[in-house]
């Protein structure tokens, strides 16, 4: 009796059209890159248009984030198991009709909830160019890929604060800031037709469940621990505010006791429980929080008062805040490199220099004797500080996953993007808070009042970064 082996199974061929697909997915993409920070420029024209109040400016922010940050864990489970391509051209048309619902918006509420309607969509969206990236691309190609996702990622973030200022100066068609919105339309209409037409389908055979129920009391809870933050100061901080916030933590810590006592079964954990039982990555996750407070706090409150007090149009906010893309953009080529020899003294050193660049703003701001500060003493801080985010933020994932099993490494990823978008959120809730809360003795007292705690809040950063594993993860596969 003879035995004939079958010869093994050949890999499947690579799709055709795949770098036409991730072109297209990567021109979506870019519409929630640039909204993360096109609005910020454009926020007190807003105010002074729909006669917003300090809450609704902060909502403007916080509303998107939050949209992003509830929806995006369970919107890649959902991509996983039904398949991509349905829910990248469901998210990018929804993006679409709510630009379009902000960009005619007429009052505060209708803004507000069309920039959360905004976010959702955006959560809907992203993951799936992620997962379609990681299905359609192998060996060194798939690292081109996401290489270019990095390069648009850093594109966006840095241009973003100047086009929304570009777009609300030009005011086209006498649109004015509505133009921030309304841009996103044309793009989603082409990007859709696109991907109907290049897109493929994927969508993993293993995946599980999605765990509904867990995803509807996150999103609850986010929303409760930010809304009294926002509203509290402009009521008098009333009980019912503290209850609120007091649920939302507890829900939230709940709902990681459950997700930790889950048997394996045919749900998705939502919540990575047993990556959370490692300090490094519970660290990680507080320095990406903390680092995204920061960020936007500072952004929301440091525009406000480039306009309100200053005297600076939208386009030349925009592009004094150039000088913080610069040098992130200086640092991000040589950070990761740098992670792998000196692992997480390199984030020490960005979470330092951030800082340090934001304590020079500060104490520029207050030390000047001028009516106005002017933009030449700000300019040294706003570089410091950018060259700190690119040695922060570039290496964080990649050193704080290399104490996270690989098996849970793509849902311990979910957890930092959603604490990003988190933080964001809080940012905007705690510092615009602060900021507002003396503004009535004037917005340069305001924002020097701010200040210490977005400096501080990055040295907090630096102290967390240095119990972060020593090595980065290339570190161990060299």
């Not at 290489?147 to 973003?160: H, I, T």
């Not at 300090?279 to 903390?290: E, I, K, R, T």
């Not at 040589?334 to 992670?339: E, K």
């Amino acid at each position: 009796m003879s035995t004939t082996l079958a010869p093994p199974a050949a890999a499947a061929p690579p799709h055709p059209r795949r770098w036409a697909a991730a072109v297209v997915m990567m021109i979506a993409a870019l519409m929630d890159l640039l909204d993360v920070t096109i609005v910020n420029v454009a926020i007190p024209s807003i105010g002074r248009d729909l006669h917003a109040s300090e809450g609704a400016l902060q909502w403007l922010v916080s509303a998107y984030l939050l949209g992003f940050g509830a929806t995006l864990i369970i919107s890649g489970h959902l991509g996983d198991r039904y398949g991509r391509k349905v829910l990248f051209l469901a998210g990018t048309a929804g993006f679409g009709l709510a630009s379009l619902a902000c960009g005619i918006a007429q009052s505060p509420g209708q803004l507000v909830t069309a920039r959360a309607v905004q976010g959702v969509m955006a959560a809907l969206l992203m993951p799936q160019v992620i997962g379609s990236f990681r299905t359609l691309f192998q060996g060194k190609e798939r690292g081109a890929a996401f290489g270019m996702y990095g390069a648009v990622a850093g594109f966006a973030s840095a241009v973003g604060l100047l086009l929304g200022g570009v777009l609300t100066d030009a005011d086209l068609f006498g649109w004015g800031w509505r133009s921030v919105f309304l841009v996103n339309v044309p793009v989603a209409i082409a990007t859709f037709i696109a991907g109907l037409i290049l897109v493929p389908s994927t969508k993993e055979r293993s995946a599980g469940r999605p765990d509904v129920l867990g995803s509807l009391v996150l999103a609850g809870s986010l929303v409760a621990i930010v809304l009294p933050l926002v509203q509290g100061q402009s009521n008098g901080w009333p009980l019912w505010g503290w209850v609120c916030l007091a649920a939302g933590v507890l829900a939230l810590v709940g709902l990681g006791v459950v997700e930790g006592r889950k048997r394996s079964g045919a749900t998705v954990p939502l919540l990575p429980a047993r990556a959370f039982k490692l300090p490094a990555f519970s660290l990680g996750v507080l320095v990406q929080l903390l680092f995204s407070v920061g960020m936007q706090g500072f952004f929301l409150v440091f525009t406000i008062w480039l306009q309100g007090s200053e005297g600076y149009t939208p386009m030349q906010a925009g592009v004094l805040t150039v000088a913080f893309s610069v040098g992130g953009f200086l640092t991000a080529p040589v950070a990761d490199p740098l992670a792998v020899k000196f692992g997480r003294l390199v984030l020490v050193a960005g979470s330092l220099l951030m800082a340090g660049g934001f304590a020079w703003v500060w104490q520029a701001v207050a030390a000047s004797t001028e009516a106005h500060t002017g933009a030449w003493p700000l300019v040294p801080g706003l570089l410091v500080a950018g060259a700190g985010l690119g040695f922060l933020v570039v290496p964080l994932v990649n050193v704080v996953l290399s104490a996270v099993p690989g098996d849970i490494a793509g849902g311990a990823s979910g957890i930092f993007s959603t604490a990003q978008q988190f933080g964001g959120a809080l940012g905007a809730a705690i510092i615009g808070t602060i900021f507002f809360g003396h503004a009535s003795d004037g917005l340069t007292h305001a924002l020097t009042t701010a200040m210490p705690w977005v400096a501080a809040g990055f040295g907090l950063c630096a102290v967390l970064c240095l119990a972060l594993p020593k090595k980065a993860i290339a570190a161990y596969e060299e």
